[in-house]
Nanobody
Framework: QVQLGESGGGLVQAGDSLRLSCAASGRTFSTSAMGWFRQAPGKEREFVAAIGWGTRVPTYADSVKGRFTISRDNVKNTVYLQMNSLKPEDTAVYYC?????????????????WGQGTQVTVSS
């Protein structure tokens, strides 16, 4: 089973960029779909981006499309979330998640393994 650990969060100003990393351990990473989700205070966890294994095209939430990019390095067992043009409404705890069946779905119920989360705060 995959174990996950996020890093790269922090406090930035609107318009800045951050790159989140999610390091994975376990034999099934290369065939797992990976997703990024976020949760702001008082709100439900929401989908941000997902990427399958192999050459599947990433998917994004409309709110981040064109600003965020998800990628993965199966040699380093790491998935990244490059976040550009950050807005105050992007403030949340960001979680990476793994779906060993490779579905890359936008619903969190399809992901069986989660990291501990990393805080991203964007000031105006």
């Amino acid at each position: 089973q995959v174990q996950l650990g996020e890093s790269g969060g922090g406090l930035v100003q609107a318009g800045d960029s951050l790159r989140l990393s999610c390091a994975a351990s376990g034999r099934t990473f290369s065939t797992s779909a990976m997703g990024w989700f976020r949760q702001a205070p008082g709100k439900e966890r929401e989908f941000v981006a997902a990427i399958g294994w192999g050459t599947r095209v990433p998917t994004y939430a409309d709110s981040v499309k064109g600003r965020f990019t998800i990628s993965r390095d199966n040699v380093k067992n790491t998935v990244y979330l490059q976040m550009n043009s950050l807005k105050p409404e992007d403030t949340a705890v960001y979680y990476c998640a793994a779906d060993r069946w490779g579905r890359a779905n936008s619903s969190p119920v399809f992901y069986e393994t989660w990291g501990q989360g990393t805080q991203v705060t964007v000031s105006s």
